[in-house]
């Protein structure tokens, strides 16, 4: 197996975050954004949407998603799961997953690639030529805003976003929170059980660290 990624940028952070929480360490290829190295005829021939993390397997596959990635290897290294245990933990993880990256994540990315003079033909990650649209900005702004106040609702029935355990739907929250970052943006004061929950998740992340 070998990992195509680039460290800095938020989806290879939160396979990052749920490799070393699990301890599995991969051959690794970093892919310099910074310098479009995405674009490269070398990186195209693995993966042709020009997006990271890709994770190549040894029969040619290549995983291209990060959610993909995780149940891939969840399955292959099941000791400290992050997707859920029972039948209902499952569905919760998958569903803040899926809720975390079409609202929060997209709505900083909105933000960040249609007002940055630097994604100009690139508001989409890919190979297509995508114009940047100015007034997604503002809309973004709004849904991030929305999306912290979803989250502090269901953070203040429990300890992590999918219930009892900590799992991949907090590294996705701790993620956000740090992409939000890179657009100026930060928890609202008001978001107590955020604000509580940072500190909680960090230390979950902190103790697997230390196990290994
Ligand atoms: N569908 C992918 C999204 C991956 C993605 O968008 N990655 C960004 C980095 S955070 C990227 O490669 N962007 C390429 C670009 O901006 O040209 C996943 O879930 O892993």
Known sequence: ??????DPAPNPRRLQLFLDYKGIKLDTVQIDMMKQAQFEESFRKVNPM?????????DGTVLTEVIGTCVYLEALYPEKPLLGTTALEKAQVIS??????????????EVFRNGNPAFA???????MKVAQIPALVDRGKQR?????????RALAKSPFLAGEHFSLAD????VCVEFAGWIKAAVPDECS????????AKAALEAAAGEQ
Do not use: Q
């Open 193 to 200: 059980h955020i604000h509580a929950w940072l500190p909680r």
């Open 96 to 109: 803040w997953n899926h809720r975390l990256f079409n609202s929060m994540f997209h709505a900083i990315a």
């Open 144 to 152: 991030l805003e929305a999306g912290w106040r979803m989250v502090d």
């Open 121 to 127: 033909d690139r508001a989409l990650p890919g190979p």
């Open 50 to 58: 020009c997006t990271v993390p890709a994770l190549a397997l040894d």
């Open 171 to 174: 590294i996705d929250l701790l």
């Open 1 to 6: 197996m070998k990992l195509y990624t680039y």
